[in-house]
T-cell receptor, first 113, second 113 residues
């Protein structure tokens, strides 16, 4: 079974703090994705990566950056957290060829106060 | 960009009833996926569809890839309380890079015992 894990289930940070969200997958997937989920807005893509050290902006990249130094790990960074970044953050991974099925982690509920 | 309209937005049903939800796209899709998200968890893949007209079942769930390639349907038969959650459709059109998916807004399902 595909397993995607996220470093924290719940996180509370203060405005202005630098925040790191970590995601690890164990299926040797090439593609990894970061989404945020807000009520009424569905899943919105922040950034994705199709290979080590490669990244592309999604639909809402402002205020975020990412890092992919190893194939299995994809990090989302909030350089200076703001209250409007309070959200559920979901990581997903998929293989490069064929199925396009994305497998999600359990999510990190981030609250910025 | 590609857009998905998912309906209904929410459903309140009695245990034992059948459920239907659907997604329509503004453009042709090559892949349709259906996910379920339980409260506080990440989405879990239920069914994947890859050919127009394809009908696939997973237990009490049945999904279809519309013949026009612009829509997909999910049916749940004889609902039970553990069917509660948010159901998302997701699709991928031709020319989409690196396995990116477009997600519907979700259907919130509530099942009354």
């Amino acid at each position: 079974d595909v397993k995607v894990t996220q470093s924290s289930r719940y996180l509370v940070k203060r405005t202005g703090e630098k925040v790191f969200l970590e995601c690890v997958q164990d299926m040797d997937h090439e593609n990894m994705f970061w989404y945020r989920q807000d009520p009424g807005l569905g899943l919105r893509l922040i950034y994705f990566s199709y290979d080590v050290k490669m990244k592309e902006k999604g639909d809402i990249p402002e205020g975020y950056s990412v890092s992919r130094e190893k194939k299995e790990r994809f990090s989302l960074i909030l350089e200076s957290a703001s209250t409007n970044q309070t959200s559920m953050y979901l990581c997903a991974s998929s293989t490069a060829g064929g199925s396009h099925e994305q497998y999600f982690g359990p999510g990190t509920r981030l609250t910025v106060t | 960009g590609q857009q998905l309209n998912q309906s209904p937005q929410s459903m309140f049903i009695q245990e034992g009833e059948d459920v239907s939800m659907n997604c329509t796209s503004s453009s042709i899709f090559n892949t349709w996926l259906w996910y379920k998200q339980e409260p506080g968890e990440g989405p879990v893949l239920l069914i994947a569809l890859y050919k127009a007209g394809e009908l696939t079942s997973n237990g009490r769930l049945t999904a279809q890839f519309g013949i026009t390639r612009k829509d997909s349907f999910l049916n749940i038969s004889a609902s039970i309380p553990s069917d509660v959650g948010i159901y998302f459709c997701a699709g991928r059109g031709g020319g989409t890079s690196y396995g990116k998916l477009t997600f519907g807004q979700g259907t919130i399902l509530t099942v009354h015992p």
